[in-house]
Structure formats: structure tokens, C-alpha cells
């Protein structure tokens, strides 16, 4: 990956704030840690046991091949951030570079359900049995509740969201070092098993399971690309691929060393029937670390996950009403806050609303069939507007790189099931349902407003 060349231009990437209704609060480090939060998020504290019972030992080689198809698509967004620092990310991106309103609306739209859905999923996380552990009340009140506060943070701005994500991203980072360093004490009492992390799954083909594996290791990767809609908060928005790179490095790091201590540590069976397989990687290494402890630290980890995820949907909404894909009222921002309160108020009620649905398990693999039509949108899209010239400078990725994010994008899609691709399509066609209304709905308004000019026109002749 290469930087475009620099022209003698100034660079309009560092805009001030007057460019924008938005406040421009996220700088690097802050950025750094957005992206490290979302990706890190809370799958990977139930991901080992799902893994092992895919591929056995070799838990850490899907997470690798899924680091590497992650940056695929991650140098897109570098790309496209730096190019078109905007909030509304892959939608403004679709429309830039296919000029059709309905496919912009498509991918805002996909990138919208799997947000929100994410959110209610994390949400009754949260509520279950990690919050269980402290307090027992109803899981579904507890996550409208959840979602109500998460919703006051994002309103009450940019800059206090993001200091409350360095706060939570470092807790939850704490958690999986300490399952790092549980690891390197097994190893280092000579009570682990160092050959199993090079065994994979009786049988089956190792590469049929790594494959297979990597299609869920993929899963705890994806967040990376909520950071694309808040380009238009970004202080310095041509430090965004530094930020970007160096948050999926980190925590591809971390995942495979967790994946290390996780095999070393317990055999494939005993992390496939646990429930919490981190937790009981430190219980077995003899720490004594508290139960309770490990617990809040997920807890947090779910958390940070969904104040991200309800910030990139209350901006991606923003965005698209700004682009006039959504009525404008989802445009209003509060005026000192600076901060999209529409968007925010009606993402998260239907956050809530989805909650009532309690199992979300197919939703869930709906979520990431939609992130990967996304994801294509996204590859494609910067190929398209290589055309298009800007008059300052920006990140360039090499070309092979979004045709490799699409192929990945295909392979990942051919391995999904055939109900998920019915919810998918469900989801695509009320999509184009509430397009379709909404063209109507405006097309309707202009005629009427300009009626209406015209007649007050013949009446002042």
C-alpha cells in the first residue's frame, strides 16, 4: 500500500469544523483506539470454543487468514476515508461510484440492519447471563435500559463517547492479556500441551476446517468498518490508514496469542463445552483471577461494543440524509452538542424494538451475509472512482487489493447458508420497499411545493 502522490494543493483533509455540522473531535490515538474497540468487541470471549470444534488445535491459523482478508477490504476504506472524509461511509461511497440511488440506498440500508441488529444482539448480551452474575432482572428490560443509556452517551457527543471507549477498550484488552499471560504460565510450569496448537480436527481435511473456521474467525473481525462514518468527526482524517492498519495489527496480534494460550492450555473438547472458554483458560492455569472479575470485564467488553456500533448507525443515518438518501429530518443535529440526535433517537428505537425478538442466533448470521454485500459494494466502489480526481492528497491501496477484498467477499458468501441468504433477501427487499416509498413520498412533496410556487408566482404577476 502507497500514499498517492502530494500535489501543491492544500490538504483538505484537515478541514476545520466549519466544513462540517459535526464536531471534529477524534484525533489519531483516539481513532487508533476506536477501531481497536470494535474489532476486539465481545465475540472473541465465546470464540475459541467454536473454533476448536472446527478446526481443532490450530485455532490460530483462521484467525490469521481472517486477518489478512479483513485488510483486503481495510485498504478500501483507508482509501475511500482519506479520499471523501465524510460521514455515511459505504453508502456515500456506492453513490459516488455507481451513480444509482437505489444501490446507495441498498448498502446504507444493509450497513444500518447489521448495526442495529449488532446492537440489540449486544444488548441482550449484556443483560443476560454476564449482567446474571451481578444482579437478576429481566433480560429484555434490562436491555432497553442498556440501550436507553448508551443512547445518552452518544448524544452527549463525540469526544465523551470516544472517552469512554478508551476507558472500556482498555479494560476489555486487559481481559484477553490476562488469558495471554495464563497461557505463558502453563507453558511455563510444563503443564500445557505446546504440540496441539499444530493439530487440527479428526476427520476432516485441514484445509476443508481451516476454511471453515476462518469463515467464523472472520466474524470477530468485522467493526472495522463503523469507523468509516465518523470520517467527518476526524481531526486529521489523512492519519486514518495509520489508525486503521495499526488497530486490525493489534488485535490480529492478540487474537492469535489468546488462540496460543487457549490451545496450550485446553484440549479442543474442553473448550468446545464451555460456555465461556476464556474464563475457563484462566481457571485452569491457576492464576486466581475471580470469576466475578473476568465476568465484569466482558460485561465491559459488550458494552464498548454496542456504544460503537450505535455510533457508526446514528451516523451512517446522518449521512445518508445529508446525501438526501433518507428524509432530512434524520439530518438534525443538536446545536451545542453538535451531535446527530434524530439519527441517534430513531436508531436506537428500533435497537429496542428488536430486542423484544429475544433470539437473534439467524439474525445474527444475517448480519455479517449483509456486512459482506457491504464489503463487495465497498471493494468495487474504489476501482470505480480511481477516475475520479480530488484536489488534495490521500491514501492509495495497491489496485490488487480490493480484487482480492472481492474474491474474499464471494468466498465467504458461497459458504453461507440457504436460510441465511432468504433473511438476506428479505432484508434487501424491504430495503427497496422503503426506497421506493420514500422516492414517492418526495417525489410527491416537490410537486406539491413547486405547485405552490408557481400559483403564489401568478398571483404577485
Known amino acids: ?85 465524510r460521514a455515511g461511509g459505504s453508502a456515500i461511497y456506492a453513490e459516488r461510484a455507481f451513480k444509482k440511488p437505489v444501490i446507495s440506498f441498498l448498502v446504507g440500508f444493509c450497513m444500518l440492519s447489521a448495526g442495529v441488529v449488532s446492537a440489540a444482539g449486544l444488548a441482550l448480551a449484556f443483560a443476560g447471563d454476564y ?79 481451516v476454511l471453515g473456521a476462518t469463515i467464523i474467525a472472520f466474524y470477530s473481525f468485522v467493526g472495522f468498518e463503523t469507523s468509516a462514518n465518523v470520517a467527518e468527526e476526524l481531526r486529521t482524517p489523512r492519519n486514518y490508514p495509520r489508525a486503521l492498519f495499526g488497530a486490525l495489527a493489534v488485535a490480529g496480534a492478540v487474537y492469535v496469542l489468546v488462540a496460543l494460550a487457549s490451545s496450550i492450555t485446553l484440549s479442543p473438547s474442553e473448550l468446545g463445552e464451555s460456555s465461556g472458554p476464556l474464563l475457563a483458560v484462566v481457571s485452569a492455569s491457576g492464576l486466581g483471577v475471580p470469576e466475578w472479575l473476568f465476568s465484569a470485564i466482558a460485561l465491559i467488553a459488550v458494552a464498548n461494543g454496542a456504544l460503537l456500533t450505535m455510533i457508526m448507525a446514528s451516523r451512517m443515518t446522518y449521512g445518508m440524509a445529508e446525501q438526501g438518501l433518507l428524509p432530512r429530518v434524520f439530518g438534525r443535529v443538536l446545536p451545542k452538542r453538535r451531535t446527530p440526535w434524530v439519527a441517534i433517537l430513531s436508531t436506537t428505537l428500533i435497537a429496542m424494538g428488536i430486542t423484544l425478538l429475544g433470539d437473534l442466533s439467524v439474525l445474527a448470521e444475517t448480519v455479517v451475509f449483509l456486512l459482506l454485500f457491504v464489503f463487495a459494494s465497498t471493494n468495487i466502489a474504489v476501482l470505480v472512482l480511481r477516475r475520479d480526481k480530488v484536489d488534495h492528497p490521500h491514501f492509495q491501496a495497491w489496485t490488487v487489493l480490493p480484487i482480492l477484498g472481492i474474491a474474499s467477499c464471494v468466498l465467504l458468501l458461497t459458504q453461507q447458508s440457504p436460510q441465511v441468504w432468504l433473511f438476506g433477501a428479505i432484508v434487501l427487499a424491504v430495503g427497496a420497499a422503503v426506497f421506493l416509498v420514500a422516492r414517492r413520498v418526495s417525489s410527491s412533496r416537490s410537486t406539491a411545493t413547486t405547485g405552490a410556487g408557481s400559483g403564489s408566482s401568478d398571483k404577485v404577476e
Open 131 to 209: 449482567l446474571g452474575t451481578f444482579i437478576d432482572v429481566p433480560p429484555i428490560p434490562a436491555a432497553i435500559v442498556f440501550l436507553a443509556l448508551v443512547a445518552a452517551l452518544n448524544a452527549r457527543g463525540i469526544r465523551e463517547s470516544m472517552a469512554g471507549n478508551v476507558v472500556m477498550t482498555v479494560i476489555e484488552l486487559t481481559g484477553l492479556l490476562i488469558v495471554i499471560i495464563a497461557g505463558a504460565v502453563v507453558l511455563g510450569s510444563g503443564n500445557g500441551e505446546p504440540a496441539r496448537v499444530l493439530e487440527f480436527r479428526d476427520g476432516v481435511s485441514p484445509w476443508g476446517a
Open 1 to 85: 500500500m502507497a500514499d498517492a502522490p502530494t500535489t501543491a494543493a492544500p490538504d483538505a483533509t484537515d478541514a476545520p469544523d466549519s466544513d462540517t455540522r459535526l464536531r471534529r473531535s477524534i484525533t489519531g490515538p483516539l481513532l487508533f483506539l476506536f477501531v481497536l474497540g470494535d474489532v476486539l468487541g465481545a465475540g472473541i470471549y465465546a470464540l475459541m470454543g467454536v473454533l476448536s470444534e472446527e478446526v481443532g488445535g490450530a485455532l490460530w491459523l483462521p484467525l490469521l487468514l481472517a486477518l489478512v482478508m479483513a485488510l483486503f477490504t481495510a485498504g478500501s476504506y483507508a482509501e475511500l476515508v482519506t479520499k471523501y472524509p
